[in-house]
């Protein structure tokens, strides 16, 4: 869960992932290219790359020691979204996830599970007519929904930079800068979604009653250049 850092609001781990995949829904324009992959079977998995935690979840995941985010790695990737595409697009995402982990704090059991979770990944893409080179373009731009949703469920001010692919076939990626600031507002630059202007909310709880008690809070987001 995410605590807000400026009022007493929490958001689960599956309200800031169906933001991730909200984002991933409106990806593409001229400037930039949609995933090779299934856009349906990407979205759902941007969107649903948290279904481990389940609903109203209450894991402080920045507390977490190895052993307990590896519990958690797991159950995200157990989880049955009922589309194997989707699955595997999520397998990546941990993927990324844990070798940042591992890169940051080790841990023999996380490296033993990446091995594991790599050794998945390039069963489920046997036969399969698509190559390990599109998922991983198309992870970049989960990388980037991901974030901005991140650190929008903190309401906290950043600016950031995530690389991705404008164009299928590129081999250099561009910088895209979102920055997150008051009133819900979240500029990115350059601009890769469709619309000149997305809107929307996120939903929280107030912190004092959650989880017993979940009273849902709105949080209103405007995504703009």
Same mark, same amino acid.
């Given at each position: 869960?995410?605590?807000?850092?400026?009022?007493?609001?929490? #958001?689960?781990?599956?309200?800031? =992932?169906?933001? =991730?995949?909200?984002?991933?829904?409106?990806?593409?324009? /001229?400037?930039?290219?949609?995933?090779?992959?299934?856009?349906?079977?990407? @979205?759902?998995?941007?969107?649903?790359?948290?279904?481990?935690?389940?609903?109203?979840?209450? #894991?402080?995941?920045?507390?977490?020691?190895?052993?307990?985010?590896?519990? #958690?790695?797991?159950?995200?990737?157990? =989880?049955?979204?009922?589309? !194997?595409?989707?699955?595997?697009?999520?397998?990546?995402?941990? #993927?990324?996830?844990?070798?940042?982990?591992?890169?940051?704090?080790?841990?023999?059991?996380?490296?033993?599970?990446?091995?594991?979770?790599?050794?998945?990944?390039?069963?489920?893409? !046997?036969?399969?007519?698509?190559?390990?080179?599109?998922?991983?373009?198309?992870?970049?731009?989960?990388?980037?929904?991901?974030?901005?949703?991140?650190?929008?469920?903190?309401?906290?001010? %950043?600016?950031?930079?995530?690389? @991705?692919?404008?164009?299928?076939?590129?081999?250099?990626?561009?910088?895209?800068?979102?920055?997150?600031?008051?009133?819900? @507002?979240?500029?990115?630059?350059?601009?890769?979604?469709?619309?000149?202007?997305?809107?929307?909310?996120?939903?929280?709880? /107030?912190?004092?009653?959650?989880?017993? %008690?979940?009273?849902? @809070?709105?949080?209103?987001?405007?995504?703009?250049?």
């Amino acid at each position: 869960m995410f605590k807000s850092e400026l009022k007493s609001i929490v #958001v689960p781990q599956m309200n800031h =992932a169906w933001f =991730a995949g909200f984002l991933a829904y409106h990806w593409g324009n /001229e400037q930039f290219d949609r995933p090779l992959l299934d856009f349906n079977s990407f @979205v759902k998995a941007v969107g649903n790359h948290h279904l481990g935690y389940g609903f109203f979840d209450i #894991v402080d995941f920045k507390s977490l020691d190895n052993i307990q985010i590896l519990d #958690v790695f797991r159950k995200d990737c157990d =989880a049955i979204v009922g589309d !194997t595409m989707s699955e595997l697009i999520i397998k990546f995402h941990n #993927v990324r996830l844990i070798k940042k982990r591992i890169g940051s704090r080790g841990g023999e059991e996380l490296k033993k599970y990446l091995d594991f979770l790599q050794n998945q990944i390039t069963v489920g893409l !046997t036969n399969r007519k698509i190559l390990r080179e599109s998922f991983l373009w198309a992870d970049r731009i989960t990388n980037l929904c991901d974030k901005v949703s991140f650190d929008f469920c903190f309401e906290r001010p %950043t600016i950031a930079k995530i690389g @991705v692919f404008q164009k299928l076939g590129d081999k250099d990626q561009l910088e895209v800068e979102y920055k997150i600031e008051s009133e819900g @507002v979240i500029k990115v630059n350059p601009w890769p979604f469709m619309q000149s202007e997305i809107n929307g909310y996120v939903q929280g709880y /107030e912190l004092d009653s959650y989880p017993q %008690t979940p009273r849902p @809070v709105i949080i209103p987001f405007k995504v703009m250049k």
